[in-house]
């Protein structure tokens, strides 16, 4: 039996930017650090696992995008 779960997860982490930086290089400069963290250490950052029970698994629903 399937059952749907929400997953919640935070990430922090540092870069080194010019001080004039805008928030769109900043957000650039993290991006593959972000990746790399999920990649190899997403368990370590999940913050919570709860039942979906405002949205339940209906059979068939495996290839929805949310």
Known sequence: ???AKLVSCSL???VI????AT???IIRASRDRFIDKIKDE?????EE??????????????YKLY
């Open 1 to 3: 039996m399937k059952v």
């Open 23 to 25: 928030e769109d290089e």
């Open 42 to 46: 997403l368990g370590s950052h999940i």
């Open 49 to 62: 696992i709860e039942d979906d029970e405002e949205c339940p698994y209906e059979e068939g629903e495996e």
């Open 12 to 14: 922090m982490t540092r």
């Open 17 to 20: 930017v010019d001080e004039k």
